[in-house]
């Protein structure tokens, strides 16, 4: 799966740019059409694009009970592969699992890359639509034998 790398005339420019792309390609397109992706199986999946979006912001503990999300250049050249991994077009093999989650009363798709250490997460919405949640590439090892163990490879 290919980095996307984008490059302004400063680093604000460039933050920018790896932010209009994340909208032309998840969210609305130059014509002003809303994007619509969908799972293999035809599950629609929203894009939203607010502060605390998790497609290109990381978040990083200031005090012991206050966090803030700054832009993170290693998820934001990873956004291609949010659409690769959704549509199950990429090259890799690719792990997904659906589970539930009793505590909100919702369904959650995981997809997980172990040739990347790349995990993606979808929560189920009231209207049945998936809506992104989260995208990274796993820490460490200990990570990525839980992602193994999770998804069931061995």
């Known amino acids: 799966m290919k980095k996307l790398k984008l490059k302004g005339n400063s680093q604000n420019k460039t933050i920018d740019l790896?932010?209009?792309?994340?909208?032309?390609?998840?969210?609305?397109?130059?014509?002003?059409?809303?994007?619509?992706?969908?799972?293999?199986?035809?599950?629609?999946?929203?894009?939203?694009?607010?502060?605390?979006?998790?497609?290109?912001?990381?978040?990083?503990k200031i005090s012991y009970r206050k966090s803030e999300r700054y832009f993170d250049f290693d998820r934001a050249l990873r956004l291609p592969w949010i659409k690769e991994t959704i549509t199950e077009s990429c090259k890799e093999e690719i792990f997904k699992k659906d589970t539930f989650d009793p505590k909100k009363s919702t369904d959650i798709r995981s997809y997980f890359i172990p040739k990347e250490k790349y995990f993606l997460l979808l929560k189920k919405n009231k209207k049945g639509d998936y809506v992104f949640k989260s995208h990274y590439v796993l820490k460490n090892h200990k990570e990525y034998l839980k992602k193994v163990n999770f998804f069931g490879i061995l």
Do not use: L
């Open 18 to 60: 790896y932010i209009q792309y994340y909208i032309n390609n998840y969210i609305i397109d130059e014509n002003k059409n809303e994007i619509v992706i969908k799972t293999v199986d035809g599950i629609r999946v929203k894009f939203y694009n607010k502060p605390d979006i998790h497609a290109y912001t990381k978040s990083r």
